[in-house]
């Protein structure tokens, strides 16, 4: 059966997706309430506070959501992060109590405006995102509301993944840890009070099903995304011919995590060390590097938002070698500036094959290195691959409001 869902309420901890969905919602006038865990409009006193202080906090707002029902918890989550400051707490134990921390202070709200929402013209839909939604879909099909989960990953099936691929490599010593065994307990109970689960690509809806989770509860939704308007009139160009003094420039862009692929692409850089082609890495550092390790590789670090415009523009193509993603905007953002892209599968589906870029057959050092050697050799390709970059307005928010629209709902 096919249903209209008319009110939403969206539960949302932390600034996923730039608040995508309840924006969406709240442009087709659907958003009865987004609930999130800091909101700090323009005129909070925290804007007043010297820059560098609680900058990650400012980001909480959008625009478009000023006029929207939004409620936020913003000086008791600076509380609670004090708080695992000085108990110390880290990893999996402060992820895990900051979700719990949300689910508390959101369902004590919803008690608050049960009477309010009472007044809705029919039974609202209940938006939340895996890992944080346990306590908050208990409390909805208490109520007999519908039960949407926003899921933010391939689930247990890429711990999986990630877990082979640090026993390969050893040596790229990290902090990352598998979660314990009740997180999955909670998602597993999360999907089974879900009327229907959110994923935003094929890979994640089979990774889903590698877990157990029947297919028929399963929507495929892409992210929504806006491209900056300065990319509009970009043009990319390619030299005739690449050489040392106008090397082929391959951008990484995200966390520098084996997950992202990262042992794969330092392989490939080695054999492509006699190469005119600079490997750019940006983002933040979740590995230890062996050393030395040769010029070619630039470790950049972390950069802002707004300066990683400026590697999209003078890069010549994007690496994404994941080995799973829920999708991988960094996609996107490549295709609006125009840009080609070597990528896996295991991610949400942008590049056509040989049409917009490259689709690796596996993530391996050979695999990579064979396709930029085809990039290196082939500069009047790459530029044909820029023309027909994806047109990314089908990834539009109102598109996502069409499709969130037109999900069906099973009968409960």
């Known amino acids: 059966m096919i249903e209209k869902f008319s009110s939403w309420i969206c539960c949302q901890l932390g ?67 004090i708080a695992q400051r000085i108990q110390k707490n880290s990893g999996w134990e402060q992820i895990i109590a900051r979700n719990d921390w949300f689910q508390e202070n959101a369902t004590q709200l919803l008690y608050k405006l049960d009477l309010q929402l009472s007044t809705l013209n029919s039974r609202p839909t209940f938006f939340a995102y895996s890992y944080a939604a346990l306590k908050l879909f208990r409390y909805a099909k208490a109520k007999g509301w519908r039960t949407i989960l926003g899921q933010i990953d391939p689930g247990p099936f890429e711990e999986k993944l990630v877990m082979e691929e640090h026993a390969r490599h050893p040596t790229y010593q990290s902090n990352w840890q598998p979660a314990p065994s009740h997180y999955w307990t909670r998602w597993q109970q999360e999907c089974s009070l879900a009327d229907r689960i959110l994923v935003n690509s094929l890979w994640s809806s089979q990774a889903l099903q590698k877990a157990g989770i029947p297919k028929h509860k399963i929507d495929i939704i892409p992210l929504a995304y806006q491209p900056p308007e300065q990319a509009d009139d970009f043009v990319r160009t390619y030299p005739p011919v690449f050489s040392d003094g106008r090397p082929l420039r391959v951008l990484f862009l995200g966390q520098v995590i084996l997950r992202k692929g990262l042992a794969a692409l330092l392989e490939a850089a080695e054999l492509l060390s006699h190469q005119p082609i600079e490997f750019w890495l940006v983002g933040s550092s979740g590995i230890s590097i062996p050393q030395p390790f040769h010029a070619k590789v630039q470790w950049i670090g972390s950069v802002s938002r707004s300066a990683t415009a400026m590697y999209y523009q003078q890069a010549d193509v994007l690496l994404f070698p994941t080995l799973s993603d829920g999708f991988g905007l960094t996609q996107l953002e490549a295709q609006a500036w125009k840009m080609p892209i070597i990528t896996s599968r295991f991610c949400g589906e942008v590049i056509k094959n040989q049409v917009n870029g490259l689709i690796l057959p596996e993530v391996s050092g050979q695999a990579i290195a064979q396709a930029l050697d085809f990039c290196l050799n082939n500069p009047w390709q790459l530029e044909a691959f820029a023309k027909k970059s994806t047109d990314t307005s089908c990834f539009s928010l109102s598109r996502l409001q069409q499709s969130l629209q037109a999900l069906p709902y099973a009968v409960v």
């Open 15 to 81: 600034a996923r997706e730039h608040y995508a969905i309840p924006r969406s919602l709240h442009k087709a006038g659907q958003l009865a309430h987004l609930i999130t865990d800091a909101w700090v409009p323009p005129h909070s006193l925290v804007n007043r506070l010297p820059k560098p202080l609680l900058a990650n906090l400012r980001e909480r707002f959008h625009a478009d959501l000023a006029p929207a029902s939004v409620h936020a918890f913003s000086s008791s989550l600076i509380g609670f992060e």
